[in-house]
Every structure is written in C-alpha cells, then in structure tokens.
C-alpha cells in the first residue's frame, strides 16, 4: 500500500461546472475524512466517514457540495455549479480508527482552480 | 476565526537557532496533534500528545501540551534548513461539540535559512 491517493492532482474548471474528486485511503483504514485548505491557512474540515457511513458533515459543506463513500472503500467529493470561492486545496486523509492515538495520513490534495 | 490560534504566523531564522511555536485555544482537546506539511504535498503526522502536562521528544524537536489541554507547544533546537515547512497544530475530540474529526490551526510558517 502507497499511502493515500487522489486524483486529479490539480483541477482547472469554468464557474458553473461540475467537477468531482476520488480519493483512495490505505486500505485498511475504515475512516476517510475531506477538508478544505487554503492559502496561508490551516485545513478546514468538511467531512468524514466511518466505513461507507458519513457520520459527520461541516457548515461549510453548501448543498453544491456531495461526498460518498459507497463501498467503504474509495470516496468522491462532487462540487457543483463552482465558483471562484471553491478555488482551494482539497486534502483526504484516513485513519484506522477513532482515539488520540490514531493519527491521519493525508493524500497529496488536488488543487482546485475555478475561472 | 479559527479555533486554535498559532503564533507566530510566519519565522524566518538562520541555521543553527532555536525556535518555538505555539498553539492555543480556548476549548479543551481530549488530545492534540502536530503535523508538518511542505508545499504541494499533504500534511505529515509528526506527534501525538494526550496527558495533560505531557512533553515528548523527537529528536532535536520537543511537544508540551498544557496542563489544561487547551494549548501546545512544538520546541526546535538548532534548526536546520531541512526544518522548513508548515507546522499545523490540530486538536482532537472537541469537549464543548462533541467534533471527533481533527480541527487545524492557522498554521506557522517556518523558513530556515542555511
């Protein structure tokens, strides 16, 4: 296992475009989390799942914003209808569980340019 | 405004000085996390710390977490160039909202000059 993967690395769409993000976590890591970084600050969180459950959603999940995770396996985070503000790093990180001990190992984001 | 405050936001030092960075917030953490993230690529777990008081060591870098559980600090003794990076401190099971995801701070930016 490599660790966690996302693809694209960088995205460039048109304001009011769709677009969609996958992220593969180590594999035996049941929980997968999204968040949001832009520059100069820290990530933000938007979501995470425990297996294909999403048991937790940020206020700064819009209703343009839909993430799954079908099988408890790979996830997606589609955004629709984007706008200049979406313009950010987008970071999955999982982990093997729930606990202070168990720290999250981020994939390398995709960066997300709307023009 | 972010819920754990770093400071300071932005070093610049030459090789060969100490450092230290502080994270602070005014709700408590059941335990607090530091990560360092190099431009480009995701952050990278450096530390756990859960007790209290705690302080551990990782090399020439040294983690405290208060007595409180409400704020941390990350230590560098002679930094070097290869130290250069994004420290991220992050905060783990919020008391006062139940939040069981990680919640970042604002970030230090660390430049060290050779």
């Avoid at chain 1, 769409?13 to 968040?35: A, M």
């Avoid at chain 1, 294909?52 to 700064?60: D, H, M, P, T, V």
Wanted: aromatic share 10%; net charge positive.
């Amino acid at each position: 296992d490599t660790g966690v993967s996302q693809n694209p690395r960088h995205k460039i769409t048109k304001r009011g475009q769709n677009v969609t993000f996958r992220c593969d976590p180590i594999s035996e890591h049941n929980r997968l989390y999204w968040y949001r970084q832009t520059l100069g600050q820290g990530p933000e969180f938007l979501t995470y799942f425990q297996n294909e459950a999403q048991l937790e959603k940020s206020r700064l999940l819009s209703d343009r914003f839909s993430a799954e995770r079908p099988k408890g396996s790979f996830s997606t985070l589609e955004i629709q209808r984007t706008e200049q503000g979406d313009s950010a790093m987008y970071l999955c990180a999982s982990s093997p569980g729930q606990g202070p001990s168990y720290g999250y190992t981020f994939g390398s984001g995709t960066r997300l340019t709307v023009v | 405004t972010q819920l754990l405050e770093q400071s300071p936001q932005f070093l610049s030092i030459q090789e060969g000085e100490n450092l230290t960075v502080y994270c602070n917030s005014s709700s408590v953490f059941s335990s607090l996390q530091w990560y360092r993230q190099e431009p480009g690529e995701g952050p990278v777990l450096l530390v756990t710390v859960v007790t209290g008081g705690e302080v551990k060591k990782l090399k020439r870098l040294t983690f405290q977490f208060g007595d409180a559980r409400k704020d941390s600090s990350l230590h560098i003794t002679a930094a070097q160039p290869g130290d250069t990076g994004l420290y991220l401190c992050a905060g783990a099971g919020r008391e006062d909202t139940g939040r069981r995801a990680l919640t970042f701070g604002s970030g230090t930016r660390l430049q060290v000059q050779p």
